[in-house]
């Protein structure tokens, strides 16, 4: 019975600290490149999402972007882009901003003004209308 007891103990630490793991972002930023192919010819999203998030991550994040694409247009699970003169790495790895690896949909949490960041999509959907 103390070999059970001490066996479910054991799984419940595991299942806790794994569930804790630590969030790899910026060692990513480090280490995954820009693809030189993507400076002339970036991959081009199918469809693309924005969602705010409940309340700001511990780096003050309050909106998710993610950016879907064909099977064909990334194939590994990170895409590294210069976004403001600044390296991001959106990923597809199931950890961090994305919520399943392999689904083809590439996430990143994000800092943004809410209020500008509305205005600018308003003023679009109006540009998008008259064409």
Known sequence: MKKLKFLI????????????????YQSLVKKIQI??????????AKNIFIQELEKSDKDGNNIKFIAEFDKEAVKDKYLA?????????LRDDGKGA???????????????????????????KKTESFE
């Open 9 to 24: 103990s054991f799984a419940a630490i595991a299942a806790l600290l794994a569930s804790c793991q630590k969030d790899d």
């Open 35 to 44: 693809n030189p192919k993507y400076e002339m010819q970036p991959p081009i």
């Open 81 to 89: 882009i210069m976004l403001n003169d600044k390296k991001v790495v």
């Open 98 to 124: 994305d919520e399943v690896s392999g689904d083809h949909k590439f996430s990143l949490n994000m800092n943004e003004n809410l209020n500008e960041l509305k205005s600018d999509l308003d003023q679009r």
